[in-house]
């Protein structure tokens, strides 16, 4: 945009090209500007206008969403406005899936209604079991969860129909109540141990629990204290606004396929250690540690940069993770059922020193949601590979509601990136026999 008016708006960024002395106002709105207007800076019929270049995304907006806030400096994080703190106490995981994909918390009516629908579609096809079934002993759960995922898409070929509500509302009722029984058959895979059909009796994290632990039993009684703490980790879990696995979902999405094989591109990118493997380092780092009084070498090895204090840091907090905070107090919970875990005492203690210390404060770094997480995984039994499962069945709906406000976004286009091309040009091929005489 040339600035030929005198008046420059006060919402707006002045560039001067340096390479042309042309200059430019672009507008900024909502502290942004739009690539495409630097897309004019610099263009001319042989060469294309200015790109930004961001590898990874770290100041780029790649949408508008009113789904969740972060602010990563202050420690907050609301689902669609509501307080984490509050919606970890008071609610449960179906009512905050709910407010996530709806942008509103149900009526008595409504939460009814939905509580029906989603216990009632928990079931799978029986050939998706035999699909499940067809994985090798040692199948990691999460390839498992991926392919099932994937498989369902074919199970129901009018999910493509996105543009239809009706349709869309079917195919996230049935990703939100078949997630669990995907992941408690994998887990169960694992074990050699028969898979448990769903329970629609129970509410949805005691079906689960009796999925993945029942035996012979006519009727699995989850201890109601592992059932409370682990709806507040599937909460907790539920969405975290624009990070890599929702990214992969909205980017995916954008070809207009069908929901579920967006949300399998969802959990492959959290299979990446770099994503969703953060509290299983977590685990081996307090084993490798040992002991309470080996905390103050490993504290010193780390601030040597010998390597990291995992379940330490976050990109986007740069203040105590408020899902730390709850998880925290969830640990006490599970503890009372399970007893305790004894790498806790070795985790409070690096905490402790941690947070007095020079070194983290100054770099603002503060326990994540990952410190404490594993340590509940564990004391429930759960093997280390079963962790990104259950981070995935609860960020189900978050991944929904990110679908579904970009399935509505008229602004939204494929995801499609631009480059900055390094390679050859014109060069001239010379055919195999020739190369190779
Ligand atoms: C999460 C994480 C990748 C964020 O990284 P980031 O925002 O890119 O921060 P940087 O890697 O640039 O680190 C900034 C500084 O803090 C230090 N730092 C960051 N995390 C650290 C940690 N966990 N332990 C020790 N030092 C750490 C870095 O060494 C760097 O120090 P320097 O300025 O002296 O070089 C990083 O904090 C980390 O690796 N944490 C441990 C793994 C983890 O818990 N991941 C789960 C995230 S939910």
Redesign the pocket.
Known sequence: MTDATPAVPDESLSIRDNRTGEEYTVPIVDGAIRAADLGKIGKTEDEPGLVSYDPGFTNTASTRSSVTFIDGEKGILEYRGYPIEQLAEHSNYLEVAYLLINGELPTKEQYDAWEHEITFHTFVHENIKSLMQGFRYDAHPMGMLLSGVGGLSTFYPEARNISDPEVRHLQIVRMIAKMPTLGAWAFRHAQGKPYVYPDNDLSYAENFLAMLFKMSEPKFEADPRLAKALEILFILHADHEQNASANAVRSVGSTQVDPYSSLSAGIAALYGPLHGG?NE?VLRMLRRIGDVSNVPAFIEG?KAGDE????????VYKNYDPRATIIKKACDDVFEVTGVNPLLKIAVELEKIALEDEYFVK?K?YP???FYSGLIYEALQFPPEMFTVLFAIPRTAGWLAQWVELVDDKEQKIARPKQIYTGGRQLTFTPREQRWA
Request: glycine fraction near 12%.
């Open positions: 953060a380092a780390v990291r204090l995992m379940g330490f840091g976050h990109r770099r770094l994540n949601v990952d």
